[in-house]
């Protein structure tokens, strides 16, 4: 009986979309005073506005505010009112600072309304507004990441490339931050290609703990995106299905590496009171993030399709 355990090699297929949605605002807050906004033109902050998304930002594509208005006339702009630059938050959020001309002495919350922010996205000059498709500058086919001993073999395959200059190669070891391993340059001509285009790197990495990888794809612009993470066990670590942090907290996220490179499962994520609180039929990836499990115990089952074989992992979630 083919035995219900993790290979060394983590291997996963992959298709990312050529585009993705440009997230548009889900709330904001207005905060009256400067702090720490710069000056312009001898103009100092009025106060910041503070935008939640419906969607992840990413760093490199913070949007514009391009106006403000009442909730009331949403097609007529407040005069005399501009913002600054958006600073990313770790929360997710964005800060903006504005400011108010001379002939509008009101600040934004002085006008006791709602308000409608006109948000764009810069995309190598155009506008875009919210909702819209960015197209990503590099699809990715195939992204793997396997251990040989003190080795971690980095493999990933582009479908098509377009305006890119290269990759950087991060990984996060336990509960550290990321770090840059190298910078591998494209194979693309100019930055193009509509061909497939195969990379590899190879990591020395005698850790005993599990190790994430994750690319930064750069542009020729400095713009970038991320892939999909994949995730490799420690040095000397037994083949066996890993759940870390373990115990987490309570809104954290739990990752999963499960036994099998290939294969389907069914995943159920049981309580105490054995109530199936979450469920994955036929899952094919190695990898699982469980998000924002509140305090107490749970039992992860994996059932493997093929032999019927059953995994119970406990998990432990503590309050913050």
Same mark, same amino acid.
């Given at each position: 009986?083919?035995?219900?355990?993790?290979?060394?090699?983590?291997?996963?297929? #992959?298709?990312?979309?050529?585009?993705?949605?440009?997230?548009?605002?889900?709330?904001?807050?207005?905060?009256?005073?400067?702090?720490?906004? &710069?000056? +312009?033109?001898?103009?100092?902050?009025? *106060?910041? #506005?503070?935008?939640?998304?419906?969607?992840?930002?990413?760093?490199?594509?913070?949007?514009?505010?391009?106006?403000?208005?009442?909730?009331?006339?949403?097609?007529?702009?407040?005069?005399? #009112?501009?913002?600054?630059?958006?600073?990313?938050?770790?929360?997710?959020?964005?800060?903006?600072?504005?400011?108010?001309? &001379?002939?509008?002495?009101?600040?934004?919350?002085?006008?006791?309304?709602?308000?409608?922010?006109? %948000?764009?996205?810069?995309?190598?000059?155009?506008?875009?507004?919210?909702?819209?498709?960015?197209?990503? &500058? +590099?699809?990715?086919? +195939?992204?793997?990441?396997? =251990?040989?001993?003190?080795?971690?073999?980095?493999?990933?395959?582009?479908?098509? $490339?377009?305006?890119?200059?290269?990759? $950087?190669?991060?990984?996060?070891?336990?509960?550290?931050?990321?770090?840059?391993?190298?910078?591998?340059?494209?194979?693309?001509?100019? *930055?193009?290609?509509?061909? $497939?285009?195969?990379?590899?790197?190879?990591?020395?990495?005698?850790?005993?703990?599990?190790?994430?990888? /994750?690319? @930064?794809?750069?542009?020729?612009?400095?713009?970038? /995106?991320?892939? $999909?993470? /994949?995730?490799?066990?420690?040095?000397?670590?037994?083949? @066996?299905?890993?759940?870390? &942090?373990?115990?987490?907290?309570?809104?954290? @996220?739990?990752?999963? %590496?499960?036994?099998?490179?290939?294969?389907?499962?069914?995943?159920?994520?049981?309580?105490?009171?054995? =109530?199936?609180?979450?469920?994955?039929?036929?899952?094919?990836?190695?990898?699982?993030?469980?998000?924002?499990?509140?305090?107490?115990?749970?039992?992860? /089952?994996?059932?493997?399709?093929?032999?019927?074989?059953?995994?119970?992992? @406990?998990? #432990?979630?503590?309050?913050?």
């Amino acid at each position: 009986m083919k035995k219900f355990l993790l290979s060394f090699l983590l291997i996963a297929s #992959v298709s990312f979309a050529f585009s993705q949605d440009l997230p548009c605002i889900a709330d904001y807050k207005i905060s009256n005073g400067g702090g720490q906004c &710069p000056d +312009v033109n001898g103009v100092s902050a009025t *106060g910041t #506005v503070t935008l939640t998304f419906d969607g992840t930002i990413d760093e490199s594509l913070i949007p514009l505010i391009l106006s403000v208005a009442d909730a009331t006339d949403p097609n007529t702009p407040i005069p005399f #009112v501009s913002f600054g630059e958006g600073t990313l938050n770790n929360n997710g959020t964005v800060t903006y600072c504005y400011y108010v001309g &001379p002939a509008n002495t009101n600040n934004l919350g002085g006008h006791h309304a709602t308000f409608i922010f006109h %948000i764009a996205y810069d995309l190598n000059g155009n506008l875009v507004p919210c909702g819209s498709q960015s197209p990503l &500058p +590099v699809s990715f086919k +195939v992204f793997s990441a396997s =251990r040989s001993n003190s080795a971690v073999f980095i493999k990933w395959t582009t479908a098509s $490339e377009t305006n890119n200059l290269g990759f $950087e190669i991060q990984r996060l070891i336990g509960a550290g931050n990321w770090q840059t391993v190298s910078f591998v340059t494209t194979k693309a001509g100019n *930055g193009y290609s509509p061909t $497939e285009l195969a990379y590899s790197f190879t990591d020395q990495n005698a850790t005993k703990g599990v190790t994430q990888y /994750r690319i @930064k794809q750069v542009d020729i612009d400095q713009r970038a /995106r991320f892939s $999909e993470i /994949r995730a490799v066990r420690g040095l000397g670590q037994m083949a @066996k299905t890993i759940v870390y &942090p373990n115990p987490s907290v309570s809104g954290s @996220k739990v990752n999963v %590496i499960f036994d099998e490179k290939d294969g389907m499962r069914d995943v159920s994520l049981i309580d105490m009171s054995g =109530r199936v609180i979450r469920q994955w039929k036929g899952f094919t990836n190695n990898n699982l993030q469980i998000e924002n499990l509140t305090a107490g115990l749970y039992n992860l /089952r994996v059932i493997l399709r093929e032999t019927g074989e059953q995994g119970i992992e @406990k998990i #432990v979630v503590n309050k913050n």
